[in-house]
Antibody, heavy 119, light 108 residues
Framework: EVRLVESGGGVIQPGGSLRLSCAAS????????MTWVRQAPGKGLEWVSLIFPGGATTYADSVKGRFTTSRDDSKNTLYLQMNNLRADDTAVYHC?????????????WGQGTTVTVSS | EILLTQSPGTLSMSPGERATLSCRASQSIYRNYLTWYQQKRGQAPRLLIY???SRATGIPDRFSGSGSGTDFTLTISRLEPEDFAVYYCQQYDSSGITFGQGTRLEIK
């Protein structure tokens, strides 16, 4: 079964840092685009970042300069390093596989990990 | 950044009826890279339609997508009880990715 499992969420104070991980299994991780999407409590989906095979990245304006997405293809793992966290970063963070052959649709999603930014 | 506007915000319908959800873009969508997702409470989103009109693997044929350019539609031909959920459209282009704000499909 193709699977994505996020971890690393928690409660963090404003201005703090957190690193999320997304462990992938049963597909060729290194050749896939991957993405992070978040959902604030009671709100809609918000795209966060996209990472290309090979490591190039692109970010939403709301996180640019604060968040960094990376990948370790040897470990089949995607990361999201979040610095200078703010209250409005509170959300469930999902990783997803991107199907670049099918309109860059997000075809496999993890269940998400919850980040709460609060003092 | 391309803005996606979904309408209506909430749609109240009964099982067996036909539902039509709209997604309008602020500019033409690159190669019609318009995708629809379904999300049920407490669950991750599920891919329904990609490339505006292609059904993803395992999606029932009562779900269909149409449109091009800036106007797109998701149609559910005969609503089943499990179809009541929130639906999002999403687009991709080289400048970024955006989601619509969602349409909540609720039981009347």
């Amino acid at each position: 079964e193709v699977r994505l499992v996020e971890s690393g969420g928690g409660v963090i104070q404003p201005g703090g840092s957190l690193r999320l991980s997304c462990a992938a299994s049963n597909f060729p991780f290194g050749s896939n685009y991957m993405t992070w999407v978040r959902q604030a409590p009671g709100k809609g989906l918000e795209w966060v970042s996209l990472i290309f095979p090979g490591g190039a990245t692109t970010y939403a304006d709301s996180v640019k300069g604060r968040f960094t997405t990376s990948r370790d293809d040897s470990k089949n793992t995607l990361y999201l390093q979040m610095n200078n966290l703010r209250a409005d970063d509170t959300a469930v963070y999902h990783c997803a596989r991107v199907d670049s052959y099918f309109a860059f649709a997000f075809d496999i999603w993890g269940q998400g990990t919850t980040v709460t930014v609060s003092s | 950044e391309i803005l996606l506007t979904q309408s209506p915000g909430t749609l109240s319908m009964s099982p067996g009826e036909r539902a039509t959800l709209s997604c309008r873009a602020s500019q033409s969508i690159y190669r019609n890279y318009l995708t629809w997702y379904q999300q049920k409470r407490g669950q991750a989103p599920r891919l329904l339609i990609y490339g505006a009109s292609s059904r993803a693997t395992g999606i029932p044929d009562r779900f269909s997508g149409s449109g091009s350019g800036t106007d797109f539609t998701l149609t559910i031909s005969r609503l089943e009880p499990e179809d009541f959920a929130v639906y999002y459209c999403q687009q991709y282009d080289s400048s970024g990715i955006t989601f619509g704000q969602g349409t909540r499909l609720e039981i009347k």
